[in-house]
T-cell receptor, first 113, second 116 residues
């Protein structure tokens, strides 16, 4: 039973560039959430997708956008990268409508130079 | 707005001993869930234990147990018989249920080191 998988593992970009991170949810899960974890901090909620729509959003600018595909996988896009976007980006999945703990992937480490 | 506070940035414990990690939260909700997640250097966030606010009984999972004090809005984690593999960052998290389950609100974490 495959868990949550994220790609790539590590990514290096420069300021102003754009990046796309990918996530495949755990089998049986249809809801995907994205979190940003800055160094030494707890994860912060970016947004959540269900049925290919953004259902909830945290306090992040419009430079952060996402998408969910019919197979429930998801992408996180960040435009006009800033140095402050350097962080670990975590994807979590869960089944909609059931209070189940979210299952996390190993994350993508994004470094902005 | 809900907040989660972990007041111990770092803690250490000797192998086989017991350690307690503290967590307090603030919310006006009456129905919510609390979690402890472990994040080892491998980065993956792993669920340790969960507690439903409507349950008075404290949750336990093998060597892990919580002390849930709803009135005090306190949710501490006790690790008994500490093992070297328990070395990790520990995050306390809060969630309100909803159609899309809401989102997890995390504390800043406590770095636990288990020493041989």
């Amino acid at each position: 039973d495959a868990g949550v998988t994220q790609s790539p593992t590590h990514l290096i970009k420069t300021r102003g560039q754009q990046v796309t991170l990918r996530c495949s949810p755990k089998s049986g899960h249809d809801t995907v959430s994205w979190y940003q974890q800055a160094l030494g901090q707890g994860p912060q909620f970016i947004f959540q997708y269900y049925e290919e729509e953004e259902r909830q959003r945290g306090n992040f600018p419009d430079r952060f956008s996402g998408h969910q595909f019919p197979n429930y996988s998801s992408e996180l896009n960040v435009n006009a990268l800033l140095l402050g976007d350097s962080a670990l980006y975590l994807c979590a999945s869960s089944p909609f409508g059931r209070v189940q703990p979210q299952h996390f992937g190993d994350g993508t480490r994004l470094s902005i130079l | 707005a809900q907040t989660v506070t972990q007041s111990q940035p770092e803690m250490s414990v000797q192998e086989a001993e017991t350690v307690t990690l503290s967590c307090t939260y603030d919310t006006s909700e009456s129905n919510y869930y609390l979690f402890w997640y472990k994040q080892p250097p491998s980065r993956q966030m792993i669920l340790v234990i969960r507690q439903e606010a409507y349950k008075q009984q404290n949750a336990t999972e093998n060597r892990f147990s919580v002390n849930f004090q709803k009135a005090a809005k306190s949710f501490s984690l006790k690790i008994s018989d500490s093992q070297l593999g328990d070395t990790a960052m520990y995050f306390c998290a809060f969630m309100t249920p909803g159609g899309s389950q809401g989102n997890l609100i995390f504390g800043k974490g406590t770095k636990l080191s288990v020493k041989p």
